[in-house]
């Protein structure tokens, strides 16, 4: 049996793409990373996480935003 350590990936949708954030660094939070992220992308400050889900050898996390869409 090998164990393994699985790298972080951040996932988050913007206008219809998923768009793929690296892990800044290990040792923050999740919450951390998504403050970390929110001043590029002021939307993740109203997000959700969710997850992880472990896929090709990787714990995926992803953002969702709980603002819907107006009009």
Known sequence: MKAMIL?????HKENGQEIRLTDPNEQFTVAEVQNFYAGTYPILT?????????KDDEAQYRF????GTKG
């Open 64 to 67: 969702e935003s709980t603002m």
């Open 46 to 54: 109203n997000a959700k996480v969710t997850g992880p889900e472990i």
């Open 7 to 11: 790298a972080r990936v951040f996932l």
